[in-house]
């Protein structure tokens, strides 16, 4: 009997550590298809009415993150969920979730992971359907920065302290994190890195990296985020500096405020997404097992960078 016993206990071992990634955790199945799609359908609905800023729509969208950050027991950063900004007379909300750092000295520096949840609202017409939805255009990431707080909240194995920042008025010029960046710049956050996620909901071809990062050549994060992954995850795309999208979304206001790496991640490389600002830019458009997937690949990818015991990732 005593032998059974032993022998039982080994078998137990081996099949913790076959299916535990580097932190314990089985990373392989983080987030399921079907949490993506619960999230993904509600924020890109024709309910939110293409949740442009100021809108009744975005109103229920920024509930809607607020809730989820309530269900997670993330923390507000400030008083409440919001960063409430006035664009001569219409009134924008970031809606910003955190998670103190567990280590007694690296939780005084900040990692920023965020998206936009504003899309372009109510367009003209296309075949009947005027609703740009902007399921790709950003419930993609919005629906990534969630599933992230859900994690991290969960293990609390964070030795920098987070920001979950899902920004509006992205799409009247950056608007929304530029209010957030020159905020935490005031109140001097030692701000380590800020990565955006910007349209990740569809699939780059077969023998391309799975993501890519703008600013490629400005710091050493694509190196960086592989080395902590395991594997070549994040790519550099050629397009990007002709047309400048390292300075066209979220990161870059904290680039200017900060002059830290401060990039965007994305999977939409103009080969393969047709519906930018477009009303099909609809959930059925979205590839949930490649979401998945990308949200689950950098997991710990992002864990390296938040505990690293150095500032690894750096300007060149």
């Known amino acids: 009997m005593k032998h059974i016993v032993v022998l039982f206990i080994l078998i137990l071992i081996c099949g913790c550590k076959a299916s535990a990634g580097r932190d314990g955790v089985d990373n392989s199945k983080v987030v399921a298809d079907s949490n993506v799609k619960r999230l993904l359908t509600y924020l890109a609905s024709d309910e939110l009415e293409g949740r442009g800023t100021g809108t009744d729509g975005i109103e229920k969208a920024a509930v809607f993150i607020e809730n989820e950050f309530k269900k997670y027991n993330v923390k507000p950063y400030f008083k409440t969920y919001r960063d409430s900004f006035n664009l001569n007379g219409l009134i924008g909300y970031n809606i910003i979730g955190y998670i103190e750092g567990v280590d007694p000295k690296l939780k005084d520096e900040f990692v920023v992971l965020g998206a936009h949840y504003d899309h372009i609202g109510v367009i003209e017409p296309i075949a009947g359907d005027s609703i740009a939805n902007g399921a790709n255009d950003d419930a993609s990431g919005t629906v990534a920065v969630l599933e992230w707080a859900r994690y991290f909240s969960k293990h609390k194995n964070n030795k920098r302290s987070l920001l979950?920042?899902?920004?509006?008025?992205?799409?009247?010029?950056?608007?929304?994190?530029?209010?957030?960046?020159?905020?935490?710049?005031?109140?001097?956050?030692?701000?380590?890195?800020?990565?955006?996620?910007?349209?990740?909901?569809?699939?780059?071809?077969?023998?391309?990296?799975?993501?890519?990062?703008?600013?490629?050549?400005?710091?050493?994060?694509?190196?960086?985020?592989?080395?902590?992954?395991?594997?070549?995850?994040?790519?550099?795309?050629?397009?990007?500096?002709?047309?400048?999208?390292?300075?066209?979304?979220?990161?870059?206001?904290?680039?200017?405020?900060?002059?830290?790496?401060?990039?965007?991640?994305?999977?939409?490389?103009?080969?393969?997404?047709?519906?930018?600002?477009?009303?099909?830019?609809?959930?059925?458009?979205?590839?949930?097992e490649h979401m998945a997937n990308f949200i689950n690949k950098m997991v710990p990818a992002l864990e390296g960078m938040i505990n690293a015991e150095t500032k690894e990732i750096t300007l060149k």
């Open 164 to 288: 979950f920042t899902l920004y509006a008025a992205e799409e009247m010029g950056l608007k929304g994190s530029e209010h957030l960046a020159g905020k935490l710049k005031k109140e001097n956050v030692d701000l380590y890195t800020m990565i955006n996620f910007e349209m990740v909901g569809v699939p780059r071809a077969v023998g391309e990296t799975l993501a890519y990062v703008t600013g490629f050549e400005l710091s050493n994060m694509a190196q960086k985020l592989n080395d902590y992954a395991q594997a070549d995850i994040i790519g550099f795309l050629s397009q990007a500096k002709q047309y400048e999208l390292f300075k066209r979304s979220d990161n870059y206001p904290f680039y200017k405020a900060f002059n830290i790496p401060a990039q965007a991640i994305s999977t939409f490389d103009f080969a393969n997404f047709d519906y930018y600002h477009h009303v099909d830019d609809e959930v059925e458009q979205m590839d949930l």
